[in-house]
């Protein structure tokens, strides 16, 4: 499966932002789907993850502000994030894994998309 990410931009503290991430090729609705962030100067971390059965998983940093969902009819994950915060900064990837297992390991997603750059300036 091919990944494309995007929604990202530049936001102000506070406000909120939704990146979606469309997905070609068959099967979408059988894999796992995953966001992950790499901020500046940073390594690359696991943000959420959504099962092919709705089950999601969060990084506990992500809980309370980042939602994760999909539609499956439209090929595509979404990663929703409120109350934005400068230390939000980072370019988000989505990724995808055909595991049953919901996973916060990067080993073990199979297809990457490209990131969107979210900024947030305070």
């Known amino acids: 499966v091919q990944l494309q990410a995007s929604g990202g931009g530049l936001v102000q503290a506070g406000g909120s932002l939704r990146l979606s991430c469309t997905a070609s090729g068959r099967g979408f609705s059988t894999y796992g789907m995953g966001w992950f962030r790499q901020a500046p100067g940073k390594e690359r971390e696991f943000v959420a993850a959504?099962?092919?059965?709705?089950?999601?998983y969060y990084a506990d940093s992500a809980k309370g502000r980042f939602t994760i969902s999909r539609d499956n009819a439209k090929n595509a994950v979404y990663l929703h994030i409120g109350n934005l915060k400068p230390e939000d900064t980072a370019v988000y990837y989505c990724a995808a894994q055909q595991s049953l297992i919901l996973s916060s390991l990067e080993r073990v997603y199979d297809s990457w998309g490209q990131g969107t750059q979210v900024t947030v300036s305070s």
């Open positions: 959504i099962s092919r059965y709705d089950t999601t």
